[in-house]
T-cell receptor
C-alpha cells in the first residue's frame, strides 16, 4: 500500500507570495491533518479534514488555509508568505482520525526568502 | 489549549543502556498518547501508543507507561542500539480528539 505522498518536496518562495502544497493520503484513509515542523517549536497542528470538512483548526493566522477533495486528497495554502513561514510542512492521514495513529508523509520543505 | 512538555531535550546513552523520555500534559480530557520516532531527514513514524484505559504497554524493547492522575507518560527503551538514535516526540490528543499536541522532541544519541 502506498504511503502518504506530499508534493512538492522542496519549495523556495519570496516574501509576499503565496504557495499551495498537496497531500495524497493512504488509500482508504479519509482524515488528513497538516502540521508545521520547525526546529524551535516542534510539530504544531494546523488543521484536520474529514470528508471534505474541516473539523479542527490550530492556532495559526488566517493566511493558512486548506481544503479536502472528494477523493480525500488535500491541499494547504499559505498566502502573503512571511520569513517565519519557512518550515517543514507535514501531512498525515488516518482511517478515522479520532484518537487514531497518524501516518505522515515526507513533508514539503518551504523556504521563504 | 493542550500543553505537552517533554524532557530531556537531548539524551546520550551507551549502547545496551536504557533510555527514558518523560512527558507531561495539561488537558485531563486527553485519552490517546502516541510516540513518534523521526530519523534525520525522514518522516515521523509511530513506534508505540497507549490509551487512557491502559497503564502500560510494551512492544519488544519499547514500553510506555501512563499515569493519568499525575498527567504524565514515559517512553522506555531497553538495550539501546545505535539505530535507536533519532528524535522522539510524545503527543497527547487534544480536546476535540482530532488533533495531536506534540512535545518538542528528545534527540537520542546511542553511542557504540
Amino acid at each position: 500500500k502506498a504511503g502518504v505522498t506530499q508534493t512538492p518536496r522542496y519549495l523556495i518562495k519570496t516574501r509576499g507570495q503565496q504557495v499551495t502544497l498537496s497531500c495524497s493520503p493512504i488509500s482508504g484513509h479519509r482524515s488528513v491533518s497538516w502540521y508545521q515542523q520547525t526546529p524551535g517549536q516542534g510539530l504544531q497542528f494546523l488543521f484536520e479534514y474529514f470528508s471534505e470538512t474541516q473539523r479542527n483548526k490550530g492556532n495559526f493566522p488566517g493566511r493558512f488555509s486548506g481544503r479536502q477533495f472528494s477523493n480525500s486528497r488535500s491541499e494547504m495554502n499559505v498566502s502573503t508568505l512571511e520569513l517565519g513561514d519557512s518550515a517543514l510542512y507535514l501531512c498525515a492521514s488516518s482511517l478515522v482520525s479520532y484518537n487514531s495513529p497518524l501516518h505522515f508523509g515526507n513533508g514539503t520543505r518551504l523556504t521563504v526568502t | 489549549g493542550e500543553n505537552v512538555e517533554q524532557h530531556p531535550s537531548t539524551l546520550s546513552v551507551q549502547e545496551g543502556d536504557s533510555a527514558v523520555i518523560k512527558c507531561t500534559y495539561s488537558d485531563s480530557a486527553s485519552n490517546y498518547f502516541p510516540w513518534y520516532k523521526q530519523e534525520l531527514g525522514k518522516r515521523p513514524q509511530l513506534i508505540i501508543d497507549i490509551r487512557s484505559n491502559v497503564g502500560e504497554k510494551k512492544d519488544q524493547r519499547i514500553a510506555v507507561t501512563l499515569n493519568k492522575t499525575a498527567k504524565h507518560f514515559s517512553l522506555h527503551i531497553t538495550e539501546t542500539q545505535p539505530e535507536d538514535s533519532a528524535v522522539y516526540f510524545c503527543a497527547a490528543s487534544g480536546d476535540s480528539g482530532y488533533a495531536l499536541n506534540f512535545g518538542k522532541g528528545t534527540s537520542l544519541l546511542v553511542t557504540p
